[in-house]
Every structure is written in C-alpha cells, then in structure tokens.
C-alpha cells in the first residue's frame, strides 16, 4: 500500500481501550474541523465534524472536541478495533475573503492498535 | 456506487514529460480539488475547483495546471515534470466547498526521474 507517512507520530493502544488523539490547529479564524482516517492504500475518508459553534459532537462510537480557546481538536475512539489502525488527520477550515473557504490539514498521527 | 476515481494510480515517468492525471467524480459536487501528500508535511492542496470553468489556486500550485472543462471532471496536468513533483496525489471533490465533506480518490503515485 502506499506509505502516508514515515515518521509520524505514533499512538498504541490496545483493542477495546478508548483512543484519544489530539490536534493543535493554527488559525484562530477557522470556523469548520473535520476529522479522516486514511488506510494504508487508499484515499483519506470522512469521519466526523464539528462547527465552532460547537465545543462537542457525537457519532458511532466516536466524539470530537473542540476547545477555541487554546485551539485544540481531539478525537476520541470509544472500544478501539483492529480494524481503526490508520493514519488520523484533522483539518481546519476558514474562508478567505471573497473567494472558497479553505481546507487545511494537519500531518496526521498515525494508530496502531494491539491485540 | 458514489465515487471518486483517478488514473492513473501508479506513474513512473522522466523529467520534462508531460503527463496528465485525470479525476472523475459522478456525484454532481461542485467542488473538486487536488492534493499532493508528502511525509511529514500531510496533505496539501494544489488547485482547486468551486465549478465548471473556475478555478484557483492552491497552497502549491507551481508547476502544476488544471482545468474544469465539465462538473465531473478536473484533471491534474504537469507540464514539464520535475523530480521534485514526485509525490502521492489526491483528488477529491465536495458538494460546495470546504464546509462539505470532501470524497478523496484513492490516490497516485508519481515518480519522475
């Protein structure tokens, strides 16, 4: 499969333990977070989002939040399976003037997760 | 099925060639846009697409040219390719923009020696 990454950081958990992984976002005008996952060999895949209007949200089995004030995002897997090892990437969204809003993404950190 | 393909997935190819990788998307999204992937600098977007015929540029754009000729369609074309330009590619597209959830293609590896 394709190599996303060499030297990414690394999070080990085991299966069934909850994963929490963080992101540390740049723009303070960012209004918009998404949260992909990207397998080995495949395109990154949507998993979940948050307005900043939000400080929480909730889906199957994961949550995301976001705390402005230090500019922080984290993404937490509840009973943490074989099948979450991949690379986890969040990404900021903010609109320039006048023109499309723009996505940004962070360097990803990569899950392994342990039998 | 709802998808985004590109060809082609793999690409060795010698500096100076000019080479073209198409992107297809058969859900009526507005938006599309191309990424390159690098170790350790994540993704990062070269051009983008808010519809037919408008297009702007990205955070890397050098190098690199588009077009947007039909909604389904938005190739990636480098015109004199450099080693420099090796890299996995990503095309994806989204319903409007960046406040939609972006579909990603499965990604081209290009090596130019």
């Known amino acids: 499969g394709e190599s996303v990454g060499l030297h990414l950081p690394t999070l080990s958990v085991q299966e069934g333990d909850n994963s929490i992984i963080n992101c540390a976002y740049s723009n303070s005008a960012s209004d918009y977070f998404i949260w992909y996952k990207q397998e080995s060999g495949k395109g990154p895949q949507f998993i979940i989002d948050i307005r900043s209007n939000m400080d929480k949200r909730q889906g199957q089995r994961v949550t995301v939040l976001l705390n402005k004030t230090v500019k922080h995002l984290s993404l937490q897997i509840a009973a943490t399976q074989p099948g979450d090892s991949a690379v986890y990437f969040c990404a900021e969204n903010f609109r320039n003037t006048g023109t499309a809003s723009k996505l940004t993404f962070g360097t990803g950190t990569r899950l392994q997760v342990t039998l | 099925e709802a998808q985004v393909t590109q060809n082609p997935r793999y690409l060795i190819t010698v500096t100076g060639k000019k080479l073209t990788v198409t992107c297809s998307q058969n859900?009526?999204?507005?938006?599309m846009s191309w990424y390159r992937q690098d170790p350790g600098l994540g993704l990062r977007q070269i051009y983008y697409?808010?519809?037919?015929?408008?297009?702007d540029k990205g955070d890397v754009p050098e190098g690199y040219k588009v077009s947007r000729k039909e909604k389904r369609n938005f190739p990636l074309i480098l015109e004199s390719p450099s080693p420099n330009q090796t890299s996995l590619y990503f095309c994806?597209?989204?319903?409007?923009?960046?406040?939609?959830?972006?579909?990603f293609g499965p990604g081209t590896r290009l090596t130019v020696l």
């Open positions: 859900m009526n999204h507005e938006y």
């Open positions: 697409s808010m519809n037919v015929e408008v297009t």
């Open positions: 994806a597209s989204s319903l409007r923009g960046g406040y939609n959830e972006q579909f």
